[in-house]
């Protein structure tokens, strides 16, 4: 009876070995297949890495470039408002002038029209001298 058990308990322990040692290989594969995802990962998680490096130096080098874009915008527009302050000036100094031209012109029509009353009056002055002098 002991051999019999004892058959027994190595039969069992034999099968339970197998068992164990064919469940060892199943996991020593799936632990190859997992190390191996897992350098796949390491790999991805890498070049993700580079390239958001380089999307982060293409952005400060676009940030850069806007920046410069901005302080060149911002000078022109200060040389523009510059320009068109200087312009308004000069368009106020022309419209002084030409309210000062007006008034002179008003002024020397009003002399010449007074002239020209005054040069009709000795005209008709001289007319009367001459049928004077004519009739005479």
Known sequence: MIKG???EVEAK???RIRDLMAMADQQGDTVTRLQQ????WRKRSQNTEAELDRLRKE???LNA????IQRQKDDQI???Q?????LQEELQRINDDLGDLTRQYQDLLYVKLALDAELATYNKLLSGEEQRYVNT
């Open 78 to 80: 200060r040389a523009l």
């Open 5 to 7: 058990v004892r058959a």
């Open 59 to 61: 952005n400060a080098n």
């Open 65 to 68: 470039q806007l920046t410069e």
């Open 82 to 86: 510059q320009q068109i302050r200087k």
């Open 13 to 15: 322990s034999e099968s």
């Open 37 to 40: 995802e897992l350098e796949e």
